[in-house]
Nanobody
Framework: QVQLVESGGGLVQAGGSLRLSCAAS????????VGWFRQASGKEREYVGA????????YYADPVQGRFTISRDNAGNTVYLQMTSLKPEDTAVYYC?????????????????WGQGTQVTVSS
């Protein structure tokens, strides 16, 4: 069982930056793919990006490509989502998720564990 805890959300002005953290309790992320998703009020959940722990390859959705960066810590139990040049349309609850058999990273159902989410609000 992997418990995921997101942190780092908050209120920021457009053009600002935030760094979200996704911490795994109980074990490391070794062997997992860690994805980031977001859900704005009244909208469907949206894929943001992902990191494959083995090899460290990262993937990004088009709306965040070039602005967001996913990275990991050396201890093996935290993944970060660095968000820069934030826009009001980035406002959402951000979730991290982890799965061991994720073939297609945007696929929600491929992830086994989900965090509780952290709110990011970008003011104009």
């Amino acid at each position: 069982q992997v418990q995921l805890v997101e942190s780092g959300g908050g209120l920021v002005q457009a053009g600002g930056s935030l760094r979200l953290s996704c911490a795994a309790s109980g074990r490391s992320f070794s062997g997992y793919t860690v994805g980031w998703f977001r859900q704005a009020s009244g909208k469907e959940r949206e894929y943001v990006g992902a990191l494959r722990w083995s090899g460290g390859r990262t993937y990004y959705a088009d709306p965040v490509q070039g602005r967001f960066t996913i990275s990991r810590d050396n201890a093996g139990n935290t993944v970060y989502l660095q968000m820069t040049s934030l826009k009001p349309e980035d406002t959402a609850v951000y979730y991290c998720a982890a799965g061991r058999a994720v073939v297609t990273t945007p696929q929600f159902g491929a992830y086994d564990y989900w965090g509780q989410g952290t709110q990011v609000t970008v003011s104009s």
